[in-house]
């Protein structure tokens, strides 16, 4: 049994995954009512994650401020930047599509029980609210704009600490890492118990009515991460972006696939990052922030359904209206995580745009529901992935520059 065991965990993580989600496919199309139990292991694996990554962000980065030397460059400006440019471009991507491909829906009903927000002012506000929210309820509701702003405040405060303190910190960190690392271990399991609940609860005949959706937005996601975000990387650090791309795709988009939550994700960007060589000061801040504010999948997602309403329901779309539909996709993505339900719950904002009414458009967020299977999981791979790209992305072009100022 050791024997096996060693021979296993000498497999490449990824392929280890690939096993699980063969395996988790064939016992779902074979035997699903006999391999039930399976779907434990991926509701586990999940819980985990979920349970782990806001202690994890929380001493990480206070660890990281407060041993930040003073006079010691970040790169988080430039991160930040990346952020900004990728997210934007996304919804530019999304816009572009839908008038190119224009998709009719098939509305549905389902989606009466969740209340959207009424407006931008009123995302920005859940946002400032979740900035002071108790640390403890931040913690056990993994509201990670409450954790970051504690842990910032922490880590500046704690500068000046005794060395003692800082240690203490630093082996609670260690601590939180080396059982961030155990849980990981265990993907293969937990994502093959996901495959399998997928398939076998919800198959994937109720998606055929929205083929032409699904390919619309699924193609906008898989542009953008592989022809606009390797065109961002290349355009910062002037080389070959594709090694960079698909490593961050391979091992950060494909478990973020099937956990589809940019937050249980969080510890395998970090571990990812450690793996790429990036500094940590940086990414310990970057990934649970671009896990907060990058979401380029969301504002495809945003922009395309929308917009697929307002060809529904006739509506000339001019192209100014289209321009400001960008930017408020863009703006309304980075602030999804504040608000209950993500990306699609902000679609009645972006379709108040064309005048749509909110019955309407709670049509339209019941047709993300249906089609969220594959949507959530390849929006949350596209946003997860780019947050470990755009760090190593600003670490390689600070390294180019400090290259050429030496």
Not at 153 to 173: Q, R
Not at 298 to 320: C, F, K, Q, R, Y
Not at 327 to 338: D, F, P
Request: aromatic share 6%; net charge neutral.
């Amino acid at each position: 049994m050791r024997n096996i065991i060693l021979k296993w965990n000498n497999i490449s993580l990824v392929t280890r995954i690939l096993i699980g989600i063969i395996i988790g496919a064939l016992l779902a199309v074979t035997i699903p009512d006999s391999a039930k139990w399976v779907s434990i292991l991926g509701s586990l694996f999940v819980g985990a994650l979920k349970a782990v990554a806001p202690i994890l962000v929380l001493f990480l980065v206070v660890h990281a401020i407060s041993n930040h030397k003073s006079g010691t460059k970040t790169n988080m400006k430039s991160i930040l930047v990346l952020y900004a440019i990728g997210t934007f471009l996304a919804g530019v991507v999304g816009v572009v599509a839908s008038f190119l491909f224009p998709v009719s829906l098939t509305l549905t009903t389902g989606a009466q029980d969740v209340a959207p927000p009424g407006g931008i002012l009123e995302v920005l506000e859940t946002l400032l609210f979740n900035v002071v929210d108790n640390p403890v309820d931040a913690l056990l509701n993994a509201n990670y704009i409450g954790i970051l702003t504690w842990a910032i405040l922490l880590g500046l405060v704690l500068k000046n600490a005794a060395d003692t303190t800082k240690t203490v910190i630093a082996n609670v960190s260690d601590g939180i890492t080396r059982i961030v690392k155990w849980v990981i271990e265990l993907a293969p399991f937990g994502i093959m118990g996901l495959v399998f609940d997928t398939i076998a609860t919800n198959g994937l005949s109720s998606l055929l009515e929205y083929g032409q959706l699904l390919i619309l937005l699924l193609g906008c996601m898989f542009f953008v991460a592989l022809v606009v975000n390797p065109i961002i990387v290349f355009g910062f650090t002037r080389q070959n972006p594709y090694p960079l791309v698909w490593r961050t795709i391979k091992e950060s988009g494909l478990t973020a696939f099937f956990t589809r939550s940019s937050a249980a994700n969080i510890p395998v960007n970090m571990n990812l990052c450690k793996k790429l060589g990036l500094d940590e000061d940086t990414y310990s801040v970057s990934i649970p922030l671009g896990a907060t504010i990058n979401m380029a999948g969301a504002a495809v997602t945003i922009s395309v359904l929308t917009l697929s309403a307002a060809h529904t329901l006739g509506i000339e779309v001019d192209i100014w209206t289209a321009i400001i539909l960008m930017v408020l996709s863009a703006i309304s993505a980075s602030g999804a995580s504040g608000v209950a339900g993500g990306s699609l719950l902000l679609i009645p904002l972006a379709c108040s745009l064309f005048g749509i009414s909110n019955d309407v458009a709670m049509q339209v967020v019941g047709v993300g529901f249906i089609i969220g299977v594959l949507q959530d999981s390849c929006e949350t791979a596209l946003n997860s992935s780019s947050d470990v790209l755009f760090t190593a992305t600003a670490d390689i072009a600070k390294k180019r520059k400090d290259g050429k100022t030496a």
